[in-house]
């Protein structure tokens, strides 16, 4: 009923650029905040970006001028756009979506199976 798919992730240079795309294939859920989430080796899963169905967005501090996350509501899908990428950015990168039940409204919170973003300096 719920799949979460994201494509994009690679290899690249310090200061390249990668952009992360997500799917989201729901049947009887609406989907509210769609998000993207980072988790680097040894460490926890941590939010890098969110957006709102409305547009409204919200960045980790650590990408704010570099990332930019949108989404096409009638796609279902989310983006990550990638700027001036650092080796630090190096993690796999999570899509994140809360949807709503059309029969039960009870609102759950789904996760992409993660893409790998490698950044080399």
């Known amino acids: 009923q719920v799949q979460l798919v994201e494509s994009g992730g690679g290899l690249v240079q310090a200061g390249g650029s990668l952009r992360l795309s997500c799917v989201a294939s729901v049947s009887g859920f609406s989907i509210n905040t769609m998000g993207w989430y980072g988790q680097a080796p040894g460490k926890q899963r941590e939010l890098v970006a969110t957006i709102t169905s409305g547009g409204s967005t919200n960045y980790a501090d650590s990408v704010k001028g570099r990332f930019t996350i949108s989404r096409d509501n009638a796609k279902n899908t989310v983006y990550l756009q990638m700027n001036s990428l650092k080796p630090e950015d190096t993690a796999v990168y999570y899509c994140?979506?809360?949807?709503?039940?059309?029969?039960?409204?009870?609102?759950?919170?789904?996760w992409g199976q993660g893409t790998q973003v490698t950044v080399s300096s």
């Open positions: 994140n979506a809360r949807l709503v039940s059309i029969t039960t409204r009870r609102n759950d919170a789904y």
